[in-house]
């Protein structure tokens, strides 16, 4: 059973910068894609951005594109999203998710692992 833990969320103005961290453990060997959802109040979880643990791939959703950094340390089974130019409308909680399927996927109902989420907030 993979864990993921989340950390890095907060308050920043806009234009500003945050980086989340999110720790995997636990069967980490299955692990095929990591990924960052996110869910703002009222509306549905959305993918942001995932990337593939052994091949490097990344995909982003074409609003944060230019803006986030998706990337991963094997060796800390740890995956990052660094987050510039934030806008008020980035503002959501942020949640990890991990899935053993054989393709990369961006449909958050296609993820088994969920962390338990990080708020960030955007002010304008």
């Known amino acids: 059973q993979v864990q993921l833990v989340e950390s890095g969320g907060g308050l920043v103005q806009a234009g500003g910068s945050l980086r989340l961290s999110c720790a995997a453990s636990g069967g980490t060997f299955s692990i095929n894609t990591m990924g960052w959802f996110r869910q703002a109040p009222g509306k549905e979880r959305e993918f942001v951005a995932v990337i593939s643990w052994r091949g490097g791939r990344t995909y982003y959703r074409d609003s944060v594109k230019g803006r986030f950094t998706i990337s991963r340390d094997n060796a800390k089974n740890t995956v990052y999203l660094q987050m510039n130019s934030l806008k008020p409308e980035d503002t959501a909680v942020y949640y990890c998710?991990?899935?053993?399927?054989?393709?990369?996927?961006?449909?958050?109902?296609?993820?088994?692992?969920w962390g338990q989420g990080t708020q960030v907030t955007v002010s304008s």
């Open positions: 998710a991990a899935e053993a399927g054989l393709i990369v996927e961006i449909t958050p109902q296609r993820y088994d692992y």
